[in-house]
């Protein structure tokens, strides 16, 4: 079973090292769109047009499954995607609000890029997911998705500066931080520091558990 997974850059890798380390019997072409990095603050069109042409890519190569390793890419594209490729398994990455809500945290921050903060569905998970006494606060983040992309491990103080300036007026007594942005899984620790007593929440985990049960299903089917 071949797998296409793609992101703008290295964000989705962290979802592809999941899905390898939970899935030994799954191959996966990984595509990293930096070119076009960032996605976040793209409009609809540019990034259906980006995100698309990989996704042909996908389906031309008969691969046996598409995951979305991007929340931005995922809140905006994968309903229009879903009608254009109807014979292909999608799976998207979004932000995990239902995980968070779903813990003992009250207070939670979401931390994505414009575009998935600004999108229908995020708002639709909040409304879905929220429980009563409990805060959902969320946080646009203009940059930081290309400051993690073009510096990590180069120049790191880069990185702390975007998010000491993006985080310079928000409460630090939150309970969980959803990073609903894959590039921010490569920056726990940093984020960690501004939030010692959060616990950091991707979903990396639920998406490799469910490319595994759809993988199950193919196989099944093809048997
Ligand atoms: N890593 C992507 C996400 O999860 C996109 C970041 C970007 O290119 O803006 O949203």
Same mark, same amino acid.
């Given at each position: 079973?071949i ?12 979802v592809?090292?999941?899905?390898i *380390?939970?899935? /030994?019997?799954?191959?996966? !072409?990984y595509?990293?769109? %930096?070119?076009?990095?960032p996605y +976040? ?6 990034l259906y047009?980006l ?7 996908f389906?031309?190569a008969?691969?046996?499954m ?8 995922t809140?905006?594209c994968?309903?229009?995607?879903? *009608?254009?490729f /109807?014979d292909?398994p999608f !799976?998207?990455?979004?932000? %995990?609000?239902?995980?968070?809500? +779903?813990s003992?945290a ?12 600004h999108s229908?569905?995020?708002e639709t998970?909040?409304k879905?997911?929220?429980k009563?006494g409990?805060?959902?606060?969320l ?5 930081l998705a290309d400051?993690?992309?073009f510096?990590?491990?180069?120049d790191?103080?880069k ?5 000491g ?6 409460d630090?007594d939150?309970?969980?931080i959803?990073?609903?942005c894959?590039?921010?899984?490569l ?5 960690q520091?501004f ?12 998406i490799?558990?469910r490319?595994g049960?759809?993988a199950?299903?193919i196989?099944?089917r093809e048997?």
């Amino acid at each position: 079973m071949i797998i296409g997974v793609f992101d703008s850059g290295r964000g989705g890798k962290t979802v592809a090292d999941t899905i390898i *380390e939970m899935n /030994p019997g799954i191959h996966v !072409i990984y595509v990293s769109d %930096a070119k076009h990095c960032p996605y +976040g603050e793209k409009d609809d069109e540019t990034l259906y047009g980006l995100v698309s042409r990989i996704v042909r890519g996908f389906v031309n190569a008969n691969l046996d499954m598409v995951v979305i390793a991007c929340n931005t890419a995922t809140t905006r594209c994968i309903k229009r995607l879903r *009608e254009d490729f /109807p014979d292909m398994p999608f !799976i998207g990455t979004e932000p %995990a609000v239902k995980l968070a809500a +779903g813990s003992d945290a009250k207070k939670i921050l979401v931390l994505a890029t414009p575009g998935t903060i600004h999108s229908e569905r995020l708002e639709t998970l909040v409304k879905d997911n929220q429980k009563k006494g409990q805060t959902i606060d969320l946080l646009a983040c203009p940059g930081l998705a290309d400051t993690i992309e073009f510096n990590l491990d180069e120049d790191n103080s880069k990185i702390e500066q975007k998010l000491g300036e993006l985080l310079k007026d928000t409460d630090k007594d939150y309970d969980a931080i959803v990073l609903g942005c894959t590039h921010y899984s490569l920056i726990k620790p940093m984020i960690q520091k501004f939030f010692p007593t959060a616990k950091l929440i991707d979903g990396n985990e639920g998406i490799a558990r469910r490319v595994g049960a759809i993988a199950e299903e193919i196989r099944k089917r093809e048997a």
